[in-house]
């Protein structure tokens, strides 16, 4: 990616007002701005290497650590229907748990990262780039049609099977 799309990114301006997705933008939740995902890296791998577990982290048990925490927050809300932003029915007990199970999914996705030696904020950055050639505003706006379904309208034609 090159460093004026990468700059692009990191200088969205939510503060405007004058674009709708924008204006919507600044009023938003957001997160605290530390600890940056280098840091929390560091602690966890300090947090290792004083354990000695290193030896135990190779990328594949990694990986299955990270999975399983997927699993433990779906459990969570497994069998509550649909859930409203902000998980307004739900018990201050269950929300802390979320985000319990979300931290345990952050961090090892950061160790993740760090034994496979992927600069994760990088590869985000490039990953949205790629999605917004993929997913065109002028065509995605408002609509949740899969990529295919897009190139198919380019090319002049509908999926076979009626993907979106």
């Not at 700059?7 to 605290?32: C, H, I, M, P």
């Not at 779906?74 to 739900?90: C, M, R, S, T």
Request: aromatic residues 8%; negative net charge; contains cysteine.
């Amino acid at each position: 990616m090159s460093e004026s799309k990468k700059q692009k990114l990191l200088n969205v301006d939510t503060s405007d007002g004058t674009d709708s997705a924008n204006s919507k933008l600044k009023d938003e939740f957001r997160f605290s701005e530390d600890p940056s995902l280098e840091k929390i890296r560091e602690i966890q791998a300090v947090f290792c290497r004083e354990r000695n577990w290193d030896q135990f982290h190779t990328p594949r048990n990694v990986l299955l650590a990270l999975v399983g925490e997927v699993g433990e927050l779906a459990e969570i809300f497994q069998w509550k229907g649909e859930v409203d932003v902000g998980l307004p029915d739900f018990s201050q007990e269950e929300r802390d748990h979320v985000g319990q199970e979300m931290s345990d999914i952050l961090i090892y996705l950061v160790r993740l990262a760090d034994r496979c030696r992927i600069d994760l904020p990088s590869a985000v950055l490039q990953k949205i780039e790629h999605n917004a050639q993929k997913y065109p505003v002028n065509k995605a706006y408002g609509n949740n049609k899969k990529y295919t379904a897009y190139a198919a309208e380019d090319a002049g034609k509908a999926l076979p099977n009626g993907d979106q």
